[in-house]
T-cell receptor, first 111, second 115 residues
Framework: GDSVTQMEGPVTLSEEAFLTINCTYTATGYPSLFWYVQYPGEGLQLLLKATKADDKGSNKGFEATYRKETTSFHLEKGSVQVSDSAVYFCALSDGGGKLIFGQGTELSVKP | GAVVSQHPSRVICKSGTSVKIECRSLDFQATTMFWYRQFPKKSLMLMATSNEGSKATYEQGVEKDKFLINHASLTLSTLTVTSAHPEDSSFYIC???????????FGPGTRLTVL
């Protein structure tokens, strides 16, 4: 079945460092891909999405490109802030609304 | 953006009792609602999918008689954990989806602790 694999955390960075969180997927069809963020004590929020190959999703300085050839959707940010500390989830959807999540990567940004 | 609420946000109950969790879409009609369970430092595990007016579809390994789901209207779904035990303690999250829209809107979650 479809699945999502993320790099393991926790990831600890200093403020203004470059961030990459790897995400790869396995799917039989052509899924949409998402990154969700969960801040401490809050629910999941959609961070960005891409619905087809080569699409780039971006939001709040975060970017991810849908790479069909490598089945990847890595999350990047050029300069992280303390406020970016959260758990990040990569997910895919086959179009029926059902989401399959990766295991989540905890990011901690130190001042 | 669309808002999904959950009630209660936190509940503590005794072993053997039943607990009902509500999920509401406040400003849109949700054709489908999903219920997830999140373990500490783990991903979200989809428990079931419910469509308004029909029976929920449960994922493999999820006991449908233990986790009763009702989706009586386009804005409300409920999850009832029956005869709760300590191993049912977890963070339960719902999400709402409207057909034709690729994304889901998540509720803030309900922390269940069974003593």
């Amino acid at each position: 079945g479809d699945s999502v694999t993320q790099m393991e955390g926790p990831v600890t960075l200093s403020e203004e460092a470059f961030l990459t969180i790897n995400c790869t997927y396995t799917a039989t069809g052509y899924p949409s891909l998402f990154w969700y963020v969960q801040y401490p004590g809050e629910g999941l929020q959609l961070l960005l999405k891409a619905t087809k190959a080569d699409d780039k999703g971006s939001n709040k300085g975060f970017e991810a490109t849908y790479r069909k050839e490598t089945t990847s959707f890595h999350l990047e940010k050029g300069s992280v802030q303390v406020s970016d500390s959260a758990v990040y989830f990569c997910a895919l959807s086959d179009g029926g609304g059902k989401l399959i999540f990766g295991q989540g990567t905890e990011l901690s940004v130190k001042p | 953006g669309a808002v999904v609420s959950q009630h209660p946000s936190r509940v503590i109950c005794k072993s053997g009792t039943s607990v009902k969790i509500e999920c509401r879409s406040l400003d849109f009609q949700a054709t489908t609602m999903f219920w997830y369970r999140q373990f500490p430092k783990k991903s979200l595990m989809l428990m079931a999918t419910s469509n308004e007016g029909s029976k929920a579809t449960y994922e493999q390994g999820v006991e449908k008689d233990k986790f009763l789901i009702n989706h009586a209207s386009l804005t409300l779904s409920t999850l009832t954990v029956t005869s709760a035990h300590p191993e049912d303690s977890s963070f339960y999250i719902c999400s709402a989806h409207t057909s034709g829209e690729p994304k889901q809107f998540f509720g803030p979650g309900t922390r269940l602790t069974v003593l």
